[in-house]
């Protein structure tokens, strides 16, 4: 059996080291991605909003909350050959979301979980808002985020999305935010100290809409009033009204 030296490992090892070094610090030019436009996020017409967000209920919510939230990112894939040539698709992986997402509303009790849905959770239906909307509905969700990403250019950026309550598919809201890069984007990718999280627009405009949804939402809560309470006229209890006692106690003799 022949073992290989020190040195001969090193020489093997070395190059894939160096050239995995390489690649990951390759800088991958800008190049223009199909646009999601609102019909592809909402199953109704919606107002115009700039770089906000807006509540789309007049009258208070009642019993919407605590609530858990689903959310899914829709992204649109263009095939000229189709007859739909505009296909609608769900991005990203929920593994890689769910953190994420939990992380921005830990201080809103009101918001019990918050669960991103991957493409297969639609069993095989287009990424369709009234298919995304079932989606959420089958894991028992009572609230529903629909949302996109669209880059303008290398240095722009936005999101777009949609809040739904999933009793009937009501929106409640839609958002919109918008950034522009603070450094340009191959400039950041090859300055090892730069922060893309604090410099590019994609990380910038992610933390302008988790802002916008947690204020939303904590409108929605302080809104929110309690269901109504069922008529209690006529109403015979089946269990016992105060918890059972065991073993039972027997009742003192009498005199």
């Not at 190059?15 to 909402?42: H, L, M, N, Q």
């Not at 936005?158 to 809040?163: D, G, K, P, R, T």
């Amino acid at each position: 059996m022949r073992f290989c030296t020190f040195k001969t490992c090193i020489g093997l090892i070395a190059p894939i080291v160096f050239t995995g070094c390489v690649a990951r610090s390759k800088y991958e030019p800008w190049s223009p991605k199909p646009r999601v436009e609102w019909s592809d996020i909402a199953s109704v017409d919606l107002p115009p909003v700039q770089n906000e967000y807006r509540l789309l209920v007049s009258l208070p919510t009642k019993g919407l909350f605590p609530a858990s939230l689903a959310v899914s990112r829709v992204s649109v894939q263009e095939k000229p050959t189709e007859p739909n040539p505009r296909q609608p698709m769900l991005v990203t992986d929920p593994r890689n979301e769910f953190l994420r997402w939990n992380s921005s509303f830990d201080n809103l009790m009101a918001v019990s979980e918050v669960f991103p849905i991957a493409n297969r959770t639609l069993g095989g239906g287009q990424a369709e808002p009234e298919q995304i909307l079932a989606a959420f509905r089958a894991l028992h969700a009572r609230l529903g985020l629909i949302y996109a990403v669209n880059e303008a250019n290398e240095a722009q950026t936005e999101m777009i999305a949609v809040l739904y309550d999933l009793h009937g598919d009501r929106p409640l809201a839609c958002l919109h935010a918008e950034e522009t890069s603070l450094v340009p984007r191959e400039a950041a990718s090859k300055d090892r100290k730069a922060d893309l999280w604090i410099v590019d627009s994609r990380a910038l405009v992610r933390a302008r809409l988790e802002k916008q949804l947690h204020t939303c939402l904590r409108e929605l809560i302080l809104q929110d009033e309690p269901p109504e309470l069922e008529d209690k006229s006529n109403w015979t209890p089946v269990l016992p009204t105060r918890p059972v006692e065991w073993p039972p106690r027997q009742s003192p003799p009498g005199p």
